[in-house]
């Protein structure tokens, strides 16, 4: 699709280093691509069940990458999340509009029934466009944060709990655990041993660093903690996240999920990390509960917005 002023296309592999630049220019005022790396952006473009050629389209104006849509499909909960980002000198609501409907008209091929996407909750001007192309906001998430240089993480307090890591191969066990610790839960989509294979390279860790607790000889929750380095291998300190953190439905409310927090923060401090991340749904008031208590943050929210298909 081409105008006066852009031209919108799919991507090609040719388009790799100006995304990387696009992307790392960007990345103080917001993507849902986080790092900006090129080895981050190869693995993000690597993922299961996912074509950048069809699914990614890109804004070019004279010769530069100045937006994208990229449509990532969830087939088993028949959704689509389309992340799309343009950028602040570049947004009009023609280009908006046509970028959005590329994305929507290749999530429709999908046969999904809803389309879900999602912005800071202090841009403005996506709040006000979503709006007018039919969004509705349908959840806020919060984004956290501890400094565990100088805060003490919870300490193991349950005798019934036994911690331990992941074998090599138990990624089958992984998957079947987060599956059902997290079945029911809103945008979750279930993981397949593929998937769950992919997301360890992703995060860079093993499946034996993934944090497991036991009662006896059933897995009753894990933490899957890992460690982000600077984007361009910078000398700045490391960051730390927990990704996931799950308890298998059985065993909730037993305070299972502080052991395996506290579990993760350790290894993330034993690791270098001095700040730890983590996302949690404001809906979700007992993991809320959960990490206020442990010494997190709140440093913004995300809004997600949603569109059902008629």
Request: hydrophobic share 35%; glycine share 8%; net charge positive.
């Amino acid at each position: 699709m081409k105008s006066s002023l852009w031209t919108i296309r799919n991507y090609r592999s040719q388009d790799f280093k100006n995304l990387v630049e696009f992307l790392n220019s960007t990345s103080t005022l917001y993507s849902g691509w986080g790092n900006s790396s090129p080895n981050y952006l190869k693995k993000r473009l690597s993922r299961p069940h996912y074509s950048p050629y069809l699914n990614l389209f890109l804004v070019y104006k004279e010769g530069k990458i100045v937006g994208y849509a990229d449509v990532i499909p969830e087939v088993k909960i028949k959704r689509a999340v389309l992340d799309f980002f343009i950028s602040s000198s570049h947004r009009f609501q023609k280009l908006g509009y046509q970028l959005l409907k590329k994305a929507q008209e290749r999530a429709r091929q999908f046969r999904v029934r809803v389309f879900h996407t999602f912005t800071p909750e202090t841009d403005f001007w996506v709040k006000n466009f979503l709006s007018e192309q039919g969004y509705s906001p349908v959840r806020t998430f919060l984004e956290l944060e501890k400094d565990i240089s100088i805060m003490k993480n919870p300490p193991h307090s349950s005798s019934s709990l036994v911690l331990s890591f992941f074998r090599k191969g138990e990624e089958p066990l992984l998957a079947e655990l987060q599956n059902k610790c997290f079945k029911g839960s809103w945008g979750f989509s279930p993981n397949s041993v593929q998937e769950i294979k992919y997301y360890l390279r992703f995060t860079e860790i093993s499946i034996e660093e993934v944090i497991k607790g036991m009662v006896k000889h059933n897995t009753a929750g894990y933490c899957w903690p890992h460690v982000i380095h600077s984007s361009f291998g910078g000398s700045g300190p490391s960051r730390g996240r927990i990704h996931m953190l799950g308890i298998d439905p059985r065993f909730q409310g037993k305070g299972f999920s502080r052991d395996l927090l506290g579990a993760g923060l350790n290894f993330l401090d034993q690791k270098g990390a001095e700040k730890v991340d983590l996302t949690v749904s404001r809906e979700n008031k007992a993991a809320c509960s959960l990490y206020f208590s442990s010494g997190f943050n709140q440093k913004s929210k995300v809004l997600w917005y949603e569109k059902r298909i008629e």
